[in-house]
């Protein structure tokens, strides 16, 4: 099963450091990171792919334990 999420955030140390754990969890990158600008702040955002065991996925699953 192939498990995906988007994390967004200020482009700043801190959204580095939640995709960098995510990378080192095994988290895939998938596609280009995304950019704009909300007036005040640039606002990052990075797709990230898993592959897991298990074949049937449920509204049930917390991406936050992979």
């Known amino acids: 099963m192939i498990l995906y999420r988007f994390i967004t955030g200020p482009d700043d140390e801190t959204f ?13 990158l998938h596609g ?21 065991k298990g074949e049937n996925f449920s509204q049930d699953i917390d991406l936050k334990t992979y």
């Open 32 to 52: 280009s990171p995304a950019l704009t600008y909300d007036g005040k702040t640039p606002i990052a955002g990075q797709a990230l792919v898993k592959e897991v």
């Open 16 to 28: 580095c450091k939640r995709v960098s754990e995510s990378l080192n969890s095994g988290w895939k």
